[in-house]
């Protein structure tokens, strides 16, 4: 199992709990929203010190912070040491474990905790923005490659929509996928998807018909 297997269950338990849900927004793995309510999961597939100091370095956004387990090697590593629940409640962690199939709280997030986090609401605008700018689900939570920011995003419609059209000038791109930016980013071209073709019409590069297949479904 990898860290992206786990990334699936944890968001249909979310989205059963009413939140939306997006992978890796900013160093999250899971960055799910309610109202006015954020949820943060870390997964991992093993038990770490760091991974605790991770969770609390999250609380600094929201103090429903929770780590995300493989069943099987949580329940070994709580068995071989119990003191972890113990730890966890006194730093107001939650704990969810993981199967294939689904995803369960066995430990719930505080409030409070006993040394309460000191927040940071820079950082908690920063990541709501990300989070609010995310139109589509791309990114898996626990990726380690690159991820799909709100920018790339649309860097994909753009590149969805000259697959269609074949060729295009940039008001019809623009008409087509409703992206006001979409002139900078055929200009910028920072992935090297785009080209203009002797008509002056914008078109996929090949780099872009080869790197665009992944995101086709």
């Known amino acids: 199992m990898k860290e992206t297997d786990l990334f699936k269950p944890v968001r249909q338990l979310l989205l059963s709990m ?9 160093a999250a793995d899971v960055f799910a929203v309610k109202d006015k309510d954020i949820i943060i999961v870390e997964l991992k597939l093993a038990m770490s010190l760091k991974l605790v100091y991770q969770a609390i370095e999250r609380q600094k956004v ?28 006194k730093c107001g962690i939650g704990l969810i474990e993981v199967t294939q199939a689904e ?3 066995i430990l719930n997030s505080h409030h409070e905790s006993i040394i309460p986090t000191k927040m940071s609401p820079a950082k908690k605008r920063v ?10 689900y ?12 709100a920018y790339r995003e649309q860097v994909i419609e753009i590149a969805k929509a000259l697959l269609s059209l074949g ?8 008409e087509y996928t409703r992206i006001e ?31 665009i297949k992944p995101f086709l479904f």
């Open 18 to 26: 009413g939140y939306e849900v997006q992978g890796e927004i900013m």
């Open 127 to 136: 990541m709501m923005k990300e989070f609010e700018a995310r139109d589509q």
């Open 103 to 105: 995803a369960n709280i």
């Open 181 to 211: 930016k979409a002139a900078a980013m055929l200009r910028n071209n920072y992935d090297g998807w785009f080209q203009k073709n002797k008509k002056g019409l914008y078109e996929l590069s090949p780099k872009g018909l080869e790197e």
């Open 138 to 149: 791309q990114t898996l939570g626990g990726t380690n490659g690159k991820k799909i920011t």
């Open 62 to 89: 929201t103090p429903h912070v929770y780590i995300a387990m493989p069943k099987l090697p949580l329940r070994r590593h709580l068995k071989a040491n119990p003191q972890l629940t113990l730890l966890l409640k």
């Open 167 to 174: 060729e295009a000038p940039l008001n019809m791109i623009k």
